[in-house]
T-cell receptor
Framework: DAKTTQPPSMDCAEGRAANLPCNHSTISGNEYVYWYRQIHSQGPQYIIHGLKNNETNEMASLIITEDRKSSTLILPHATLRDTAVYYC????????????FGKGTRLHILP | DAGVIQSPRHEVTEMGQEVTLRCKPISGHDYLFWYRQTMMRGLELLIYFNNNVPIDDSGMPEDRFSAKMPNASFSTLKIQPSEPRDSAVYFCAIGTGSSYEQYFGPGTRLTVT
């Protein structure tokens, strides 16, 4: 997988936007950026993915820089239930069908 | 979690016993994955299937681990004999079309004493 770098932890106040950064400077042209999260005691949950255009769904927005070397996952109005570990993943479509979960960012939503 | 049922949710067994973990995914998926998660090693892919065929089992720790998928609605992960270092949460996940967009089950917490 193209290597991704995320901060180990972040805090965000409840009701504010949570902006989670991810660096993927070695990403190549056909590689997507995927985001998952894992709430305590649950299985990982798919959030969103994108190639080069910004994407939005009911859970979050994904902003990818023009050079595609970094991206930001945005939770527009964070709630306590958004406390989780967030994983940024760039799988290699030319290698195999699997994804590799790194250490992610532990997001704490503060009341 | 709605698309994947795992059983049992918790399993406590003694070292040396056989353990069978079960996964019942909804129909219509192409991929099925087995993962293991521990504090020390994080989330690790053990094996995955495409259309019920095992594709990559390079993550299976050793010969004590085996997995089967006899049909599209059922898969098992077996550990025989079990050891204390196998204690972990085991997740089953499915993918449809894209193997990168996966949906996970609630997991089985295994404790081997």
């Amino acid at each position: 997988d193209a290597k991704t770098t995320q901060p180990p932890s972040m805090d965000c106040a409840e009701g504010r936007a949570a902006n989670l950064p991810c660096n993927h400077s070695t990403i190549s042209g056909n590689e997507y950026v995927y985001w998952y999260r894992q709430i305590h005691s649950q299985g990982p949950q798919y959030i969103i993915h994108g190639l080069k255009n910004n994407e939005t769904n009911e859970m979050a927005s994904l902003i990818i820089t023009e050079d595609r070397k970094s991206s930001t996952l945005i939770l527009p109005h964070a709630t306590l239930r958004d406390t989780a570990v967030y994983y940024c993943i760039v799988p290699d479509p030319n290698r195999d069908d699997k994804i590799i979960f790194g250490k992610g960012t532990r997001l704490h939503i503060l009341p | 979690d709605a698309g994947v049922i795992q059983s049992p949710r918790h399993e406590v067994t003694e070292m040396g016993q056989e353990v069978t973990l079960r996964c019942k995914p909804i129909s219509g998926h192409d991929y099925l994955f087995w993962y293991r998660q521990t504090m020390m090693r994080g989330l690790e892919l053990l094996i995955y299937f495409n259309n019920n065929v095992p594709i990559d089992d390079s993550g299976m720790p050793e010969d004590r681990f085996s997995a089967k998928m006899p049909n599209a609605s059922f898969s098992t992960l077996k550990i025989q004999p079990s050891e204390p270092r196998d204690s972990a949460v085991y997740f089953c996940a499915i993918g449809t079309g894209s193997s990168y967009e996966q949906y996970f089950g609630p997991g089985t917490r295994l404790t081997v004493t």
